[in-house]
């Protein structure tokens, strides 16, 4: 008898994981688009990845793909600058993986730029709430406008009064103006 329950439970742990739907999501180019540019940013900025997407596609796999979403979340504080650089480093390699992926560039209407990603991140604490100025609570990518959010735990509310808008080419070039620059200015 437990030989036959044996085989049951192993008989249906078979079936369950070689669901067919199932087995298409784990080999799907873009779920593993998204599974490694997680890995990547975990290890690199311990990014944990919260949603990832892309709006106005349904589950067709030759419908052109003109936009991606990705919402990361991050358990650091962060000032402007970092919150710049951090963007702009995210953005730029995804661009690069999704452009030299053979299986999703195909399905690309064009070249995917910055203008069609919308980036979030999330900047909290282990309690779940957003961190306090002077540190960034909240960053976001839209339409090629890079957002800086401020939230007064206070009131619970971002200070849209605090917040900061900046085109995304600005951001990026103030990031090659501060490799140029050198780390300190000499003395007298």
């Given at each position: 008898?437990?030989?036959?329950?044996?085989?049951?439970?192993?008989?249906?742990?078979f079936?369950?994981?070689?669901?067919?739907?199932?087995?298409?999501?784990?080999?799907?180019?873009?779920?593993?688009?998204?599974?490694?540019?997680?890995?990547?940013?975990?290890?690199?900025?311990?990014?944990?990845?919260?949603?990832?997407?892309?709006?106005?596609?349904?589950?067709?796999?030759?419908?052109?793909?003109?936009?991606?979403?990705l919402?990361?979340?991050?358990?650091?504080?962060?000032?402007?600058?970092?919150?710049?650089?951090?963007?702009?480093?995210?953005?730029?390699?995804?661009?690069?993986?999704?452009?030299?992926?053979?299986?999703?560039?195909?399905?690309?209407?064009?070249?995917?730029?910055?203008?069609?990603?919308?980036?979030?991140?999330?900047?909290?604490?282990?309690?779940?709430?957003?961190?306090?100025p002077?540190?960034?609570?909240?960053?976001?990518?839209?339409?090629?406008?890079?957002?800086?959010?401020?939230?007064?735990?206070?009131?619970?509310?971002?200070?849209?009064?605090?917040?900061?808008?900046?085109?995304?080419?600005?951001?990026?070039?103030?990031?090659?103006?501060?490799?140029?620059?050198?780390?300190?200015?000499?003395?007298?």
């Open positions: 008898m437990i030989y036959f329950q044996l085989f049951l439970v192993t008989l249906f742990a079936f369950s994981s070689c669901n067919p739907e199932v087995m298409q999501l784990k080999h799907d180019p873009l779920n593993l688009l998204f599974e490694h540019h997680e890995k990547k940013q975990l290890v690199k900025y311990q990014m944990k990845l919260i949603a990832a997407g892309v709006p106005e596609v349904e589950n067709d796999k030759d419908e052109e793909i003109t936009q991606f979403a919402h990361y979340i991050v358990f650091k504080k962060m000032k402007l600058p970092q919150v710049r650089e951090l963007i702009v480093s995210n953005v730029e390699e995804f661009l690069e993986m999704v452009n030299t992926d053979e299986q999703i560039s195909c399905r690309l209407k064009n070249s995917l730029t910055y203008k069609n990603i919308k980036f979030n991140i999330g900047f909290g604490d282990n309690e779940g709430n957003f961190r306090e002077p540190y960034i609570a909240y960053a976001y990518l839209d339409e090629g406008i890079i957002y800086y959010c401020y939230e007064d735990l206070y009131f619970k509310e971002f200070c849209e009064e605090k917040n900061v808008e900046e085109p995304y080419e600005i951001a990026k070039e103030l990031l090659k103006l501060k490799d140029t620059l050198p780390e300190k200015v000499p003395s007298d």
